[in-house]
């Protein structure tokens, strides 16, 4: 059984998320940690947005290839932005690494005081789910 993602009747359509994600049984989950924008020493790689959502992404792939997973994979996406960061610029800078075909992800996104990282203006988290036949 493959992994469903659902945008139902009754709530609003997005091409941007869904509001549903069914995995079946047997499915390997993968939880991914919060990912902020920064180097392999944790250093906070620019002051800029952009590129700190870049890299809080490209973090998220090592990741996740380190489980066996892709972006293709996340079903859900939890995503916090610094007060200070311009939504807009951020978005733009990653959106097409996050397309993919067929239903998109679940998303959470918030706006918050500051994040753990001092300096950091994007932290991201996952949920993905790998089926054993490879099917999404």
Known sequence: MPITLLQPDGLVRSPAF???????????????????????TGRVVSDDIAAQSVRAVEN?????????ATLDDVIQWTILFDERADLGAAYGAIAAKLARDGAPPLVTAARVAGLG?????????AVAAVVADGSR
């Open 60 to 68: 998220a792939v090592v990741a996740l290839e380190a489980a066996g």
């Open 18 to 40: 869904s509001h549903v994600a069914v995995v079946p049984p047997g499915a390997t989950t993968v939880y991914l940690g919060g990912q902020n924008g920064v180097d392999e």
């Open 117 to 125: 990282v001092p300096g950091a203006l994007i932290e991201l988290s």
